[in-house]
RNA sequence: GCCCGGGUGGUGUAGCGGCCUAUCAUUGAGCCCUGUCGAGGCUCGGACUCGGGUUCAAAUCCCGACCUGGGCGCCA
């Protein structure tokens, strides 16, 4: 098995990929003809290579018939290769059956590469040889060239198909750049990352459903949020932690911002409060949007990308309330905010913002109440549209917290295994858990949460 | 869970009681064309979600089921 790891040189010939992935990693294929372990992307080949032998690899993704020429467009992971294919001097058999391959086939092809202002990268290339690889149906589950839309229901469906459209491929692809700078912040500041079950006992921390499964002989749940295991690890010494891991909700919601099984980035500090945390997400928040800011396939989803400034504006819920209240909107203090609440806030406000100093009552038991007052150090990170994140303070003294437990109508003792973590030495500690989801559509300007999920769980989707 | 929409070729749509043997685009098959880049031109193929009802007549109206889009609720 050969491997070749190679690094682009010239910046000015690297992707919108490559931007941010210059690793490569090829391995020989048996059974092919065709050398192509030496592959090139479309995008490293330039008409500066005129006169060289090149392989390229990758799916049809339109054919051109001039008659008398023929153009093969040959897309790969980093764009697209015009192979040019002329009747006159192209040997009969090559061209023919360039002709009949099927769009979307998987082809390999070698060739010599022709300096020419005509072609769309100043280059094409000229074949000397062509295999199939693997030929593909002839009518295709969506149309990918953009000229007809499909329904996300559609895309959904033949998700395979659609990721390999720009946009889709794109917001994938900043999808794993996000994820990637995410670790990249708390790994730089010392957070060390974990992993807690999915599979759980019955104790939950309120609020949602659970999906129950069937765990050998018991009853047991997926888990709802990585909450209680994370707070547990402070106590064993780890001071900062994040997990970024998936989240099950059984809610029956029908909505274009929830998912039943979604992804969320929970981080954990000892030794601070609620404001060190806050600082730390908003930090967080800009560095994603600066680095996505700069990636070149931004300019497929039609986005100006502005990175938010910080400190983010920081409001209370008591002038939430007031500032809904002058809007028109009947709300109460102590009610939670309806999604035309957040509207109002988000209309108003008009960025990025905090909403701090909640009632107690609608925040777990885990929030540190506020002394003196019946409000707690909890807080959340709206973007206008939604609620990105939230996070508190949190109680870190045993009797407090079984008291809070057993105030919200929580058996203490389904949470005994939580509890003793606090029975043995715990630090103060605050935290949040983000949406990734969210924060991706919110910043790419997504409307639909599911477009931002390879393969999405809604109330109604289980396959694929 | 509630309230509004919608289900027409592979895809996206027009039609909304008889002019429907169902429109247009794209895709597919085939033909013409030597510079395309949403190529162009010509020929052909391909659909009314399912079940019941109303009517002389249903893609079109009514009822139910299933699927689906949005708003709200729940929730993050």
């Avoid at 295999?131 to 295709?140: G, I, P």
């Avoid at 912040?185 to 939950?204: C, H, M, Q, W, Y």
């Avoid at 930090?283 to 300019?299: D, E, H, N, T």
């Avoid at 109680?395 to 919200?408: A, Q, R």
């Amino acid at each position: 098995m050969v491997i070749l790891i190679r690094v682009p040189e010239r910046d000015k010939h690297v992707s919108a990929t490559a931007f941010f992935i210059n690793i490569k990693n090829r391995a020989k294929i048996e059974n092919m003809k065709l050398p192509i372990e030496n592959r090139k992307y479309s995008n490293e080949i330039t008409a500066d290579d005129d006169g060289e032998h090149v392989s390229i690899a990758g799916w049809v993704h339109e054919k051109r018939d001039l008659g008398g020429v023929f153009f093969l467009i040959v897309r790969d992971r980093e764009g697209f290769a015009q192979v040019t294919l002329h009747k006159k001097t192209i040997g009969k058999e090559l061209f023919e059956r360039a002709k009949k391959v099927p769009r979307e086939s998987v082809v390999a092809i070698e060739g010599i590469v022709k300096s020419e202002q005509k072609a769309p990268n100043g280059y094409e290339l000229i074949p000397e040889q062509m295999e199939v690889l693997s030929e593909a149906s002839h009518v295709l589950p969506l149309d990918i060239t953009g000229k007809v839309g499909a329904e996300l229901d559609t895309r959904l469906d033949a998700r395979f198909m659609d990721v390999r459209t720009e946009r889709t491929k794109h917001i994938f692809i900043i999808r794993s750049r996000v994820l990637k700078t995410i670790r990249d912040f708390l790994d730089a500041r010392g957070f060390i990352e974990i992993n807690t079950p999915k599979i759980v006992s019955a104790a939950t921390e309120g609020g949602t459903a659970l999906f129950p499964i069937t765990y050998f002989e018991r009853e047991a749940f997926l888990n709802q949020s990585p909450q209680l295991y994370k707070q547990m690890l402070i106590a064993s010494g780890f001071d900062s932690v994040f997990e970024i891991a998936p989240i099950f909700r059984a809610e029956e919601h029908d909505t274009t911002k929830h998912l039943n099984e979604a992804s969320s980035v929970d981080v954990e500090v000892a030794f601070v409060s609620d404001k060190e945390v806050m600082k730390l997400l908003e930090a967080l928040i800009a560095s994603v949007y600066s680095k996505v800011a700069l990636y070149p396939g931004l300019s497929k989803l039609n986005l100006q990308l502005e990175v938010p400034k910080v400190p983010f504006r920081r409001i209370t819920y008591g002038e939430a309330i007031e500032l809904i209240l002058e809007a028109g909107e009947q709300i109460e203090w102590g009610e939670d905010l309806s999604t035309s609440a957040e509207h109002i806030l988000g209309k108003t406000i008009g960025e990025l913002y905090f909403i701090t100093d909640w009632p107690r009552a609608i925040k777990p038991f885990y929030a540190q109440p506020t002394e003196g007052k019946d409000t707690c150090d909890a807080f959340d990170l709206m973007h206008p549209r939604l609620e990105l994140a939230s996070g508190s303070q949190r109680v870190h003294s045993y009797e407090l917290l079984k008291e809070n437990i057993e105030s919200k109508g929580l058996s203490a003792k389904s949470f005994e295994f939580y509890l003793n973590a606090f029975r043995y030495g715990m630090p103060p500690h605050a935290g949040w858990g983000l949406g990734v989801e969210r924060l991706l559509m919110s910043m790419l300007e997504i409307d639909n949460v599911r477009e931002v999920v390879l393969f999405p769980r809604d109330r109604r989707r289980l396959v694929p």
